[in-house]
Structures are given as structure tokens and as C-alpha cells.
């Protein structure tokens, strides 16, 4: 079956824009999480969102949003970009249970650029 | 709270090394742990699993052992390849599905 799939691939926006990434799931997957890698910090948790609500939330400022439609696919927005906002931005999809077995599958990421 | 400590990079070998890059862990209860490898360009790809102590995770001829005793989920591999030059990311997932990520060891092998 088809895998994550992330739109746009690349992105330049410049400093004070917004910025809005797209996360298609695998299908049947109810679990989206997103992360933010930078080569200084690593892969960093931004938060997952499971049948349309935000269950977990890592330690990013409220420039950094998400939601969840009803078919799963989520988005990210980020508001007021700055320099430092300048990342790949990786979405992971899973069946979001509670059981051991879950695994988190990865899409290619959007790389963005802010100048 | 949850962590992941694994070996600082960058690891360069030759081609027919064995390859060892160390992971420990810093949880409560019983995670599950994963190695996930991001290729240049791409995202990363799920390399292996283990959900309980004692379980061994395998593929593509890698090899992890979760250690409960040391907290530890080393990834191994008996004679590394130029295409295994990749990131490894060594990774638990706690209660309510959140993944706690190390900050990936790169590796390069030369022919």
C-alpha cells in the first residue's frame, strides 16, 4: 500500500510568512506525529494528532500549530517564521494504538528554507 | 522523563567491518525500541523492533538485542556494506504513542 506522502517537498518562504505542510497517512493509519530536524538539534518532537485531536504535544512555541481532518490527513502550519525555523519537517503515520506493536512509518519530509 | 542516548558520530569503517553503535535508554516500565535509518535526501525507514526485554530485532543482516538489565538496545551488523552509509536513529515509544528519538549516529563506509 502507498506509503507517507508529504506536499510540498521544498519550500523557500522568508522571515514573518507563514507556511502550511501537508501529511497523507497510510491508509487505515488514525495516528499523525510531526518532528522538526535540524542538524544541530536532531529530530525533535513537534506533537501527534489521533482521530482529529491533539493527544501529544512536544516543547515548540504556539507559532507551530496542527489539526486533523476526518480522513486522517493532517497538516502543520507555522506562523511568523523565523530563520531558525529553517528545517526538514518529517510526518510519521501509525495505527495510533496503545499496544506494543504500534510503529511509526515516515514520510520524505518537507525541507523548508526561510531567508 | 524518556530518553535516548546513543554514540556520537560520525563512524567511518571499511567495507566487511562489523559495526557497532551503542543506544541506552532512560524510560519507565516497558518501551518498545527501534532503529530507523534515513538514506541522504529521505526520510527515515523503520530498520528494526523489539518490544520486550530479551526480544532480537533483525533485517538486512542488523541486529539489536533489548537489554531491560542495562537499559540498552546496541545495533550491530557483521560486515557492513558502502550502501549501509546512512543516519541510524535509535528510538523508544512509551505509553500514549510518543517517540523519543536519539540524535543519530552517521555512518560511512569506504570501499
Known amino acids: 500500500k502507498a506509503g507517507v506522502t508529504q506536499t510540498p517537498r521544498y519550500l523557500i518562504k522568508t522571515r514573518g510568512q507563514q507556511v502550511t505542510l501537508s501529511c497523507s497517512p497510510i491508509?487505515?493509519?488514525?495516528?499523525v506525529s510531526w518532528y522538526q530536524q535540524t542538524p544541530g538539534q536532531g529530530l525533535q518532537f513537534l506533537f501527534e494528532y489521533f482521530s482529529e485531536t491533539q493527544r501529544n504535544k512536544g516543547n515548540f512555541p504556539g507559532r507551530f500549530s496542527g489539526r486533523q481532518f476526518s480522513n486522517s490527513r493532517s497538516e502543520m502550519n507555522v506562523s511568523t517564521l523565523e530563520l531558525g525555523d529553517s528545517a526538514l519537517y518529517l510526518c510519521a503515520s501509525s495505527l495510533g494504538l496503545a499496544g506494543d506493536s504500534d510503529t511509526q512509518y515516515f514520510g520524505p519530509g518537507t525541507r523548508l528554507t526561510v531567508l | 522523563g524518556d530518553s535516548v542516548t546513543q554514540m556520537e558520530g560520525p563512524v567511518t569503517l571499511s567495507e566487511e567491518a562489523f559495526l557497532t553503535i551503542n543506544c541506552t535508554y532512560t524510560?519507565?516500565?516497558?518501551?518498545?525500541l527501534f532503529w530507523y535509518v534515513q538514506y541522504p535526501g529521505e526520510g527515515l525507514q523503520l530498520l528494526l523492533k523489539?518490544?520486550?526485554?530479551?526480544d532480537k530485532g533483525s533485517n538486512k543482516g542488523f541486529e539489536a538485542t533489548y537489554r531491560k538489565e542495562t537499559t540498552s538496545f546496541h545495533l550491530e551488523k557483521g560486515s557492513v556494506q558502502v550502501s549501509d552509509s546512512a543516519v541510524y536513529f535509535c528510538a523508544l515509544r512509551h505509553t500514549g504513542n510518543q517517540f523519543y528519538f536519539g540524535t543519530g549516529t552517521s555512518l560511512t563506509v569506504i570501499p
Open positions: 491508509s487505515g493509519h488514525r495516528s
Open positions: 524510560a519507565t516500565g516497558y518501551p518498545s
Open positions: 523489539a518490544t520486550k526485554a530479551d
